[in-house]
């Protein structure tokens, strides 16, 4: 925590060869994510990751709700079904539950609330961020091939209203801001036009007692990307011949956080440069990456510099 009262010394970067070297400036708040196109070298979109709480999946037979972890949000799941009868005592001692980054659907915080009839008609506890003080009641109704259906309320008031938001289509997620019960448009780019997502998220660590939920900054892939974490080449001894040998992961976080790891004795990141990351993006192509830095010139935290290359 001290490293956020002070400023900290620049690092010199590693040697570069032929790769393309890219530098994200996310702000020493992370609060600026970044949609990237390997195969174009370039940033395609920004957005803010504070501008959204709700994540509703486009795909025509989609029918995840994902929380935004990057402000802390989590979920207490009742065993109520009128909003009236919820109180702040159901929350009381319960773990507040965070999606898994890793993209496998099934373990999102809302679980399988389109299980049936009962499911639907459960009410969660959503807090907005990582206080636990703001909250809302939400139940999930309905899910179609065109839109969600659900309902929200507060722990004071009660019932509030019915929403309903359209699939959009052409994105991965449809987005709903919960402070003001509205859809937020242009969070993310069409999903055809970006590989990596430079984000804040949620992650909880189970190794912990209890487990902790942790908000992280680092890299999430495209749904429709693959990817493959190598600790033992050199960057520069990966080469096409290496892609039989990779076991390609659909799992969203595995160039995740952990890039980069938190000296406590020096109050500065250090890179892990044995990490190497193989992404087979959705037009097939093909290529390895590795981060470089974690500061920007003057030595200011939230700058992530990666290289990259093409190689198949």
Same mark, same amino acid.
């Not at 984000?199 to 939920?213: H, I, N, Q």
């Given at each position: 925590?001290?490293?956020?009262?002070?400023?900290?010394?620049?690092?010199?970067?590693?040697?570069?060869?032929?790769?393309?070297?890219?530098?994200?400036?996310?702000?020493?708040?992370?609060?600026?994510?970044?949609?990237?196109?390997?195969?174009?070298?370039?940033?395609?979109?920004?957005?803010?990751?504070?501008?959204?709480?709700?994540?509703?999946?486009?795909?025509?037979?989609?029918? &995840?709700?994902?929380?935004?972890?990057?402000?802390?949000?989590?979920?207490?799941?009742?065993?109520?079904?009128?909003?009236?009868?919820?109180?702040?005592?159901?929350?009381?001692?319960?773990?507040?539950?965070?999606?898994?980054?890793?993209?496998?659907?099934?373990?999102?915080?809302?679980?399988?609330?389109?299980?049936?009839?009962?499911?639907?008609?459960?009410?969660?506890?959503?807090?907005?961020? &990582?206080?636990?003080?703001?909250?809302?009641?939400?139940?999930?109704?309905?899910?179609?091939?065109?839109?969600?259906?659900?309902?929200?309320?507060?722990?004071?008031?009660?019932?509030?209203?019915?929403?309903?938001?359209?699939?959009?289509?052409?994105?991965?997620?449809?987005?709903?801001?919960?402070?003001?019960?509205? =859809?937020?448009?242009?969070?993310?780019?069409?999903?055809?036009?970006?590989?990596?997502?430079?984000?804040?998220?949620?992650?909880?660590?189970?190794?912990?007692?209890?487990?902790?939920?942790?908000?992280?900054?680092?890299?999430?892939?495209?749904?429709?990307?693959?990817?493959?974490?190598?600790?033992?080449?050199?960057?520069? =001894?990966?080469?096409?011949?290496?892609?039989?040998?990779?076991?390609?992961?659909?799992?969203?976080?595995?160039?995740?956080?952990?890039?980069?790891?938190?000296?406590?004795?020096?109050?500065?990141?250090?890179?892990?440069?044995?990490?190497?990351?193989?992404?087979?993006?959705?037009?097939?192509?093909?290529?390895?990456?590795?981060?470089?830095?974690?500061?920007?010139?003057?030595?200011?935290?939230?700058?992530?510099?990666?290289?990259?290359?093409?190689?198949?």
């Amino acid at each position: 925590m001290t490293s956020c009262l002070k400023k900290e010394t620049p690092i010199t970067l590693p040697a570069q060869g032929d790769a393309i070297s890219q530098s994200l400036r996310m702000g020493s708040d992370y609060n600026t994510q970044y949609y990237y196109n390997l195969t174009k070298g370039k940033v395609v979109h920004t957005s803010k990751v504070n501008s959204w709480h709700l994540a509703f999946e486009s795909s025509k037979h989609g029918e &995840a709700v994902l929380l935004n972890g990057g402000v802390g949000m989590g979920v207490v799941k009742t065993n109520k079904t009128d909003f009236d009868a919820v109180e702040w005592t159901d929350c009381d001692g319960e773990t507040w539950y965070q999606d898994n980054p890793n993209g496998v659907l099934e373990e999102v915080a809302f679980g399988d609330w389109n299980a049936d009839a009962m499911s639907r008609d459960k009410i969660y506890i959503v807090r907005l961020d &990582a206080t636990s003080k703001n909250v809302v009641t939400i139940k999930l109704k309905e899910v179609t091939e065109n839109y969600y259906r659900f309902q929200v309320g507060n722990l004071d008031k009660g019932y509030l209203g019915e929403f309903q938001i359209t699939k959009q289509s052409t994105r991965v997620f449809t987005y709903f801001d919960l402070h003001e019960l509205e =859809e937020v448009i242009n969070v993310e780019p069409v999903k055809e036009s970006w590989d990596l997502l430079f984000t804040r998220y949620g992650f909880t660590f189970y190794d912990e007692t209890p487990p902790l939920p942790y908000i992280v900054t680092g890299v999430l892939t495209n749904p429709l990307s693959k990817t493959f974490k190598d600790s033992l080449s050199s960057f520069y =001894e990966i080469e096409e011949s290496i892609l039989e040998h990779c076991n390609l992961s659909t799992n969203r976080d595995v160039i995740g956080y952990d890039w980069k790891y938190y000296d406590f004795d020096l109050g500065i990141y250090h890179i892990r440069q044995h990490y190497n990351y193989i992404i087979k993006t959705q037009n097939e192509d093909y290529f390895k990456l590795r981060f470089l830095s974690f500061y920007d010139d003057n030595g200011l935290k939230g700058t992530p510099t990666f290289e990259f290359k093409q190689i198949k």
